[in-house]
């Protein structure tokens, strides 16, 4: 992220994110916070960083479904 500026545009955060429509979808729901400059989104670099950090351990502390070899299941997930 040290290539981008301070202040992101939508099309900038869909490119690290490879996802257009989920952007607009988390910055207009508020997971994401942004701002509103004319008919553009901006987000602040350090507001992404802090989603980012946040979407990374909700993925590490869900639990994950695994099949064992016998057909049984059981579930995974990382206590830190």
């Known amino acids: 992220l040290e290539a981008y500026d301070d202040i992101l545009t939508i099309p900038e955060v869909s490119d690290i994110s490879n996802s257009t429509?989920?952007?607009?979808?988390?910055?207009?729901?508020?997971?994401?916070?942004?701002?509103?400059?004319?008919?553009?989104?901006?987000?602040?670099?350090?507001c992404l960083i802090a989603y980012i950090k946040k979407e990374s351990l909700i993925d590490l502390l869900t639990p994950k479904v695994v099949t064992c070899y016998d057909g049984h299941f059981i579930f995974l997930s990382l206590h830190l």
């Open 21 to 46: 429509s989920q952007t607009y979808k988390i910055v207009r729901t508020g997971q994401l916070k942004g701002f509103k400059e004319g008919k553009d989104w901006k987000i602040p670099k350090n």
